[in-house]
């Protein structure tokens, strides 16, 4: 039974289809991070970088470095497109794309997270097994089928993704029309739509076609009576993602991912006409069968549980952050805050509080998240820390921090009577030092004020 549901071989149009799409849209992630100045913002201004913590020793390239870094990766990304050396492409876009994820979080996206999964799942699935220069080179390579498991893996990383993101969802200020609301008024400037997005239809119709979507597309693509209906939906919907909120290439990924849905003889009718259809229905059960069924077992364990360690962490994830990234909750939250640093020499028993001034050591990208989020405050007393023993000093960092959480009154953050230099990060579980409340805040007036 296992056997036929995993590798009953199918046509793999839509896979091949699908790696053409993937190719394109890689590339122009990577070459667009150039003319964008996404780089220059994020990894070739600032003096120092918010790495994912452990991984210090991910760090950007000097001069033009970084420039000539996301040039090739578009180069890996147009091989990709083209299936030339496909394998080795992937992997090494692969490997590029998870330095440039783990080196900074200045631009942390959940978007840039699934592209790092899928990313890994292409480089080991056979997407260049037909149309492709690697098969024009070597016919031998050329096949025209593929073991069901590979459109199964893929289905169920999405399905987990998209679940995960509507449940997030679940909470009184996405509900009561807040988080709509605030992200809205961002985009009151836009012409012609901005007033629009202002009203309070707009706002419900955010929040619950945004909650609705993300919980019901994978069920409603699988079913034939609604696929092409939610498919036409699903257009709207992300090509209204991408125009109001400018997420890249998400949207357009996401609407590739739809040629897994549609039946393989449409996919093939509307893509490939020039190639045999493969209809046999073998069952060919690999060699690697003892190999792959362990590791996807792992792997969506894995997927499973990450987005919901925060549940296990104490405090309220939205005011905590803790457990937030790796977990698909997507726009659910705006937070500003004002977050000063003070270092007091130890070494001096009648020295006082020295305020710092961040501009000086950071970017004003990378202010919006230190003023916010308790990693980059953590991180940054590390720097501060680093430097001053540079010049034979050994500080202390105290942090005074007011943070509000979708314009709610800002409520303060950190210990300011703890030393954040000296304490060790947490990964696992919370961090005493960040002050719980057990109620919520009321939402105030107007939004607050970033500073």
Request: with cysteine.
């Amino acid at each position: 039974m296992i056997n036929r549901w995993l590798f009953t071989q199918i046509d793999n149009s839509a896979l091949i289809i699908f790696r053409v799409f993937f190719g394109f849209l890689i590339a122009a992630e990577a070459i667009g991070a150039i003319f964008t100045g996404w780089i220059t913002r994020t990894l070739v201004e600032p003096k120092f970088t918010f790495n994912f913590i452990g991984l210090e020793f991910l760090q950007p390239l000097p001069g033009n470095g970084m420039y000539f870094y996301f040039a090739i990766m578009g180069i890996f990304g147009l091989l990709v497109m083209v299936g030339f050396k496909y394998r080795w492409s992937m992997i090494a876009y692969t490997v590029m794309w998870a330095g440039v994820y783990f080196m900074q979080k200045a631009s942390y996206n959940n978007h840039y997270y699934l592209l790092l999964l899928l990313c890994i799942l292409m480089s080991i699935l056979p997407a260049g097994d037909y149309f492709s220069i690697d098969v024009k080179r070597n016919p031998l390579l050329k096949k025209i089928s593929m073991p069901r498991w590979i459109v199964l893996v893929i289905i169920l990383q999405l399905w987990i993704v998209y679940t995960y993101a509507s449940v997030a969802k679940l909470y009184p200020d996405w509900l009561d029309y807040t988080v709509a609301k605030n992200l809205m008024a961002g985009r009151a400037y836009y012409p012609i739509i901005g007033p629009l997005l202002q009203n309070h239809w707009a706002h419900v119709g955010v929040t619950y076609f945004g909650l609705l979507f993300d919980l019901l597309v994978i069920p409603l693509l699988l079913w034939k009576r609604t696929r092409f209906t939610f498919f036409c939906l699903g257009i709207f919907f992300h090509l209204f993602n991408s125009i109001i909120f400018q997420i890249g290439i998400f949207p357009y990924l996401s609407l590739a991912f739809s040629v897994f849905f549609f039946s393989r003889e449409k996919i093939h009718q509307i893509f490939m006409k020039k190639k045999e259809f493969y209809t046999a229905n073998e069952v060919i059960v690999p060699s690697y069968k003892n190999v792959l069924i362990p590791i996807a077992i792992v792997w969506f364990i894995i997927q499973i549980i990450l987005p919901v360690r925060h549940w296990v962490i104490p405090g309220d994830v939205l005011w905590t952050e803790e457990g937030h990234r790796l977990s698909w909750r997507m726009m659910l939250r705006g937070r500003s805050g004002n977050t000063n640093f003070y270092i007091v020499d130890k070494n001096d028993p009648e020295a006082k509080r020295e305020f710092i001034k961040k501009y000086e050591h950071v970017s004003k990208k990378q202010i919006r998240s230190l003023n916010t989020k308790p990693d980059f405050m953590w991180q940054f007393a590390q720097h501060l820390k680093n430097k001053y023993a540079a010049q034979g000093k050994d500080i202390a960092v105290y942090v005074k921090s007011h943070v509000s959480v979708n314009g709610k009154k800002r409520k303060p953050f950190i210990d300011p009577e703890v030393d954040l230099a000296s304490v060790p990060w947490n990964h696992f579980t919370t961090n005493p030092w960040i002050i719980k409340y057990q109620e919520p805040t009321t939402p105030e007036a107007e939004l607050s004020k970033s500073y």
